[in-house]
């Protein structure tokens, strides 16, 4: 059955179907990113991201509240985080880019949590010794991008639990297993290390609080699987005298299959970053996209961008304002065909490769850097 076809299901730990992303709006409480507050971030940071634009990032809580603290002087920290569960793929990338732009426009302390201990208890036959591995192959991703090592705390949940649990304590005692279980659809047979969790998750939101000893506003971008943590820690705050954590919310990045996110249990439809670039250019080739039956077809009809995922991808990631613009209506009018539009992307992806796993490289020997330290804060 086609991605497409199936129920929208969107939790942190699977999403599949079709995409509503209005309904998700609906069914989580959030806002949409209206033309007004984009016009409010424009005049902090002079120029709009493309995937604020796109509303690639489309949804958000209390983000004109965390504007309106920060015009009156108060900053923000960022937080946002990754489960290692195996390598990274360019869709988790793109929040994280849209994180950096945030750090540079707003000078912006960020924490990003890696959940090991998540990813431990998540994977029935993981030892810790996988999610270990993808911590540190992980985070080399993270400061490949270029995010700032005097503003960005890596926190590894394992090392750095010692200044978390009272912290996970506090906010655990004020969640009742019966509100767990609805957020998060926990069953009789979830393990007991899952159902405590979401109290580690939400830690982050309001370390930085904890650590200055006085309120910090908080703001998450990262997609909008993640939310409900954010529900119930939005719901602990107050009774903890915290600032509630405001959060903007992005859309998935798709796989190269016929719809649904990006995912690494499809490794055929995902690229990782650490695929060498010839194995990325045959995804890239073998991609599902908008075409006709035959070439003649195409001309004369043109092709649909609107599902296609070479397209997706030019417009996610790959290309500006001009090109994607010009690339929808050379698609449309049957100018371009789809082995050469998918020859573009290819190139583009192979490039972003070679580039990215050079700073990976080159963050090899910076990890230490990066890590929480909860005396230097
Ligand atoms: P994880 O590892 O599942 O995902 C990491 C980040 O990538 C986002 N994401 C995507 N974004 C765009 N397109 C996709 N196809 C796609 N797939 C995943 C996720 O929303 C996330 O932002 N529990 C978390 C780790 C975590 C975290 C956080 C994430 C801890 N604290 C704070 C965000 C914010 C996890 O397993 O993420």
Known sequence: MSANNEEMLVTPWEVRG???????????????????????IRQFTGTLHPQLKRRIFFSHRDLDWILQRYEAGEKFVLYTGRG???????????PWIFTKYLQDKFEAKLYFQITDDERFLYHEKFSMEEPSKWAY???LDLIALGFDSKKTRIILDTKSMGVMYDLAIQIAKRVTFSTARAVFGFQDSTNIGLVFYP???????????????????????????????????????????????AQIHCRFVPGLGTGGKM??????TAIFTIDPPALAEKKVLAAFTGGRTTVEEQRRLGANPDICSVFAYDY????????????????LAGNI?????????????????????????????????YLFNPKDT
């Open 337 to 369: 065909m789809c082995g050469e539009c998918k020859q573009i992307l290819a190139e583009r992806v192979k490039k972003f490769l070679i580039e990215h796993q050079e700073k990976r490289e080159k963050a090899k020997d910076r990890f230490e850097e």
């Open 199 to 245: 109290a580690v998750q939400a830690v982050p939101a309001f370390l930085e609080s904890a650590l200055v000893g006085h309120n910090v506003p908080c703001l998450i971008p990262a997609a909008i699987d993640q939310d409900p943590y954010w529900r119930m820690t939005r719901d602990v705050a107050p009774k903890l005298g915290y600032y509630k954590p």
């Open 18 to 40: 079709k995409i509503d992303y209005d309904k998700l709006i609906k069914d989580f409480g959030t806002q949409p990113l209206t033309p007004e507050l984009l016009e409010r």
């Open 84 to 94: 290692p569960s195996g390598p990274v793929h360019i869709g988790h990338l793109a």
């Open 137 to 139: 192959e992980n985070a």
């Open 263 to 268: 995912s690494a249990s499809m490794p055929e």
């Open 316 to 331: 996610f990631l790959f290309m500006n304002e001009k090109e994607i613009e010009a690339l929808r209506y050379n698609c």
